[in-house]
């Protein structure tokens, strides 16, 4: 059970836009802590892709976008291309369990 | 360029230990505080350990206190995981990862870059 909660599963088709929803509590990202998403092809190591709920790293598409509000965080992907389908985790700091903490993984899948 | 580039994986018998290695290059090392995340097969991310740039101050996941044990030697810009009374449940891909606050730590801390990661089976 993991402390942020994400959708199992996405689709959508070459184009389309998609987003995935990332929700925590007063203790996360309620607390004012930022969310941060990695993205995870089949096989390889999490790559950054949002930090500080809205900033892209240098070389990330700006298909990619993040939000915050509340004890809620977003990840909206526009333009979906075949290659996006990967697993996506949002990651916070809880201040209850003082530690970092991740949502448990949205598989994406381009129809 | 910055990277992270784990080894000393491999199969434990339950009970067994095994020490992971992470090598980092292309950035300051000792200024960044370091953190071990895990992922079981098939299964998401977990947070397992992390250390301060020093090396005084060490963290640990519940479960894994007492078992494992986080080091770090700056001279050699190597982290390290010293893991021991090792459990099924610990068999995963570790990853090293170098965290990273910007301007403001208050708001918390992200992961950048992480290693390819190493896997520990565990199994008799």
């Known amino acids: 059970q993991s402390v942020l909660t994400q959708p199992p599963s996405v689709s959508g088709a070459p184009g389309q836009r998609v987003t995935i929803s990332c929700t925590g509590s007063?203790?996360?990202?309620?607390?004012?802590?930022?969310v941060h998403w990695y993205q995870q092809l089949p096989g390889t190591a999490p790559k950054l892709l949002i930090y500080?709920?809205?900033h892209r790293p240098s070389g990330v598409p700006d298909r990619f976008s993040g939000s915050k509000s509340g004890t809620s965080a977003s990840l909206a992907i526009t333009g979906l291309q075949a290659e996006d389908e990967a697993d996506y985790y949002c990651?916070?700091?809880?201040?209850?369990?003082?530690?970092?903490?991740f949502g448990g993984g949205t598989k994406l899948t381009v129809l | 360029e910055v990277q992270l580039a784990e080894s000393g994986g491999g199969l434990v018998q339950p009970g067994g230990s095994l020490r992971l290695s992470c090598a980092a290059s292309?950035?300051?090392?000792?200024?960044?505080?370091m953190h071990w995340v895990r992922q079981a097969p098939g299964k998401g991310l977990e947070w397992v350990s992390a250390?301060?740039?020093?090396?005084?101050?060490?963290y640990y996941t519940d479960s894994v206190r007492g078992r494992f044990s986080i080091s770090r030697d700056n001279s050699k810009n190597t982290l390290y995981l010293q893991m021991g009374s090792l459990r099924t449940e610990d068999m995963a891909v570790y990853y090293c990862?170098?965290?990273?606050?910007?301007?403001?730590?208050?708001?918390?801390?992200?992961?950048?870059?992480w290693g390819q990661g190493t896997l520990v089976t565990v199994s008799s």
């Open positions: 250390i301060s740039g020093p090396g005084r101050d060490t």
């Open positions: 292309g950035f300051s090392f000792s200024t960044y505080v």
């Open positions: 990862a170098r965290a990273f606050c910007g301007s403001d730590c208050s708001r918390g801390y992200w992961f950048d870059p």
């Open positions: 990651q916070s700091y809880d201040s209850s369990l003082s530690v970092a903490v």
């Open positions: 500080g709920n809205i």
């Open positions: 007063s203790s996360n990202i309620g607390a004012t802590y930022d």
